[in-house]
């Protein structure tokens, strides 16, 4: 069964930037669409933002020009550049993959911002 594991969270300072990844366990991302999630304690999980299967992307207006979601096809990745880090950034961010008989999350990476 396919699954996807995200890595590359961590401490960073305001301001500072992180690169996350979401790596699956075969090809799925051509034709499936991407999700990126965040939950912060005590609040609901949100969406940062998606790629669609044609590779169009859409982000939440709260991380509009500082996240960018990119493909790897060939290393069946799919990351999230985060620049212009905030506190209010921290939360555990995941990633969802889903389509025609696929819906899959993965455990999430906990991305920190503070001082």
């Known amino acids: 069964q396919v699954q996807v594991v995200e890595s590359g969270g961590g401490l960073v300072q305001p301001g500072g930037s992180l690169r996350l990844s979401c790596v699956a366990s075969?090809?799925?991302?051509?034709?499936?669409?991407v999700a990126w999630y965040r939950q912060a304690p005590g609040e609901q999980r949100r969406r940062v933002g998606l790629?669609?299967?044609?590779?169009?992307?859409k982000y939440a207006d709260f991380v509009k020009g500082r996240f960018t979601i990119s493909r790897d096809n060939d290393k069946n990745t799919v990351s999230l550049q985060m620049n212009s880090l905030e506190p209010e950034d921290t939360a555990v961010y995941y990633c969802?993959?889903?389509?025609?008989?696929?819906?899959?999350w993965g455990q999430g990476t906990q991305v920190t911002v503070s001082s």
């Open positions: 790629m669609a299967i044609g590779g169009s992307t």
């Open positions: 075969r090809n799925i991302f051509t034709d499936n669409n």
């Open positions: 969802h993959v889903w389509g025609i008989g696929l819906d899959i």
